[in-house]
């Protein structure tokens, strides 16, 4: 599964994850290939345990593949130390995760300014930048709001501002709706198609055909590999788009 | 009925799902329990040779003495008086000077007769009693001066043979003994500048001569003082029969009761135990804090049971029961083991004089003593679960199935200023602001640790001093110095599973927020210096506080229970406290290194 027409930003050859010895392994990725150009936004799909989620967490270097090579930006990551592994974090890869994971003791726009902090920012810069992202995402109300006061796709879009804190080379979202109702979805939605729009490189992985809609490319998982790809022409206002309600 | 079964058995058989949660509350509380039952217990144990001596030695119940021959009416009349049984003497007791084996020493030497008396006949350990030209030493007086059986010793320049050495109740043994002599004495410890008056006895031995050789010895009539043993139909009355025959005229006749005579014998571990019981108190409290720290991890731990336990029916009066049931029955066995470690350890802390017969043997234990030890222990539990158990029985039953993890505290100026501050130590503040219940017990913990170490420092450093000014013999600095040692193991012990058990529920409490960090961006060596930084922070504030005013204020408690002259103690010097208050930072960064370096490290994507 390639897309030789831009250079990759994200490239993954032969990668592999397995759990477990001998009757009980488990191969939760079984070889795939897979680039991601600048700018791109693909969406893998597929059914609950095929290996998503695990698959996001080895190009994001949150977990080491058993076998195979994922480079960012043309260098190998998968080779490289922990340390090295959290560097590249704080830059070039942010998460965007299902259950949002914000601290729920920090406010809205605390967990914002937490990755610039954590990336060596001032306090001042990573305060302006957290703040003018809530403004972008229309939470410019609820910066000083703790997470339990917002609501659920409130929430999510403060996750999405955190990744988006450290104008990240790629932005991996693990189910970003799955835990939204049908109005945050649609919400979320519309935030990953803007951030498709501003050209922001995005690997999301969803159950949901309408956030996959919004992608250059749909990829399909079953066991632990890639079944089928589909490019989506134009994106967002293609077909699959119009289906999800997306179109003015 | 039902009910009760229904808790123990729930609360059994989660005990033993939860092996090692339940070794270290038994070992905080045990800790505590034992200090407790060694501090009543010990002065009881400490008794037992003196009774085997009283035993041994026909040991009087009234030793009375006057300071001249005109008074021995005085004497006469108490050995005709009302309770008394049996009597010895009146026998003549002069101050006298010992030189021996090139040393001088003060003695009272009192003059006896070869034949066995009815009342206080000294056991003798080595020789035989005295006989003419023949001195007979009190055996711990022989033992400080290096003295045997047909050594030579000088009696105010008059050669003497020592015929025997022996033991006797009617006073403690040296160097504690009672004065007898008109001259006055003074034990324990003078003050280098201070001079004594003349003729007064510093911390005097004890000898027996017959009566010819004490008369022809003295210089004079005039010198001579009496002592007179009396034996009592009821003992225990001994104190009455004092106050009823101290006499309705001008001089009283100074008398003595065997209970006094105990109570100075074992006045060391009277100083044992008040050591004891103020180090039983501080285990408690850090007891008290382990626990709250453990019990606040388990409920974390327990919020899905909870859960089910009301899910099935369970009203939250049973939830709490359940928790607060298991805690309770380890308290209860902490308490038995504890008693039990208590009684038979006590004897290796008493003092064992060559003046008195046998060794201390197994302490009995009073009720009082077992209530008591079983109340704290019981306290220590119920204090330390009480709050944890009552919330998770009043949690939502819903939320608890969830299993949702009680929410941590916003401390907003803690996290403003940790936005200033380098990675790691930005993480460890906001670590620590998560709970500041658990950071508090922290500092409480390490700042007790520390006040005892404090005050641990000012007592070796008297002890050390003591061989020279007299107040305690170098046997008795070595008794003391055993006290302390167990004190100092059982205090950092403890202290070293507190440090442990919080640093290592701080990392499991923080298993999300140090995953997620690490998800964003913070190295594992980061997260890792965040969560021993987030002990070794309060350890520091802990230290210093238990320096100032902590140390400051257990020693002054010290001082004004046992009625201490501070002004003897030399304190710690500046460099001592600062080194101190590092030291302990070091000892708590080093316990916390292994358990923060595996929360550091743990897998993130298992955790999110």
New interface residues.
Partial sequence: MSNTAHTPVLSARGLRKEHGKGEGLVRAVDGVDLDVSAGETVAIMGPSGCGKSTLLHLLGGLDRPSAGEVSLNGRRIDNISEKGLARMRRTEVSYVFQSFHLMEELTAVENVELAALLAGRSPRAARRRAESLLDQLGLAGRARFLPSALSGGQRQRVAVARALSNEPLVVLADEPTGNLDSAATVDVLQLFKDLHESGQTLVIVTHDARIAATADRKLSMRDGAFVDEARLTGGTTGRLGALAGLED | MGRIVLVIRLALRDLRRRRTEVALLLIAILAATTTLTLGLVLRDAAGDPYRSTRAATKGPDVIANVGRAGDLAELGKLATASGVTEHSGPYPVIAAKLEASGRTSDVQVIGRDAAVAAVDQPAVRQGSWVSDGGVVLEAAFADSLDVGVGDAVALDGRSYKVAGVAVTAAMPPYPGASCIVSAGCVNGAVPDDRNLPAGLLYRPGLAWLTQTDLLSLAPGRSALSYVMNLKLADPDQAQAFVDRNRGDHGRPVPMQTWETVLADATDLARDSQILLLLGAWLLGLLAVASLSVLVGGRMADQTRRVGLLKAVGGTPGLVAAVLLAEYLLVAVVAAAAGLTIGALAAPLLTESSAGLVGGAGTAALTWSTIGLVTAVALGVAVVATAVPAVRGARSSTVSALADAAR?????GWL?ALS??LP?PL?LAL?VA??RPRRAALGVASIAVTVSGIYVLLVLNTFLGDQPDTGAYTEAQVAVLRHVLLVWTVILLSLAAVNATVITWATVLDNR??SA???????????VTVALAAAQVLPALLGAVLGVFPGGFLLFAAINAITGGDSDRATLPAPWQLVALVLSTVLVVAALTSVPAHLGG?R???AT?
């Fill in positions: 929410p941590p505290r916003r401390t996290i936005t200033r990675v930005l906001r602001a998560r999300h927020a997620l960090a690490r998800a964003l961006g913070a190295t594992p060596r980061e490290r897998p993130v994507t999110l």
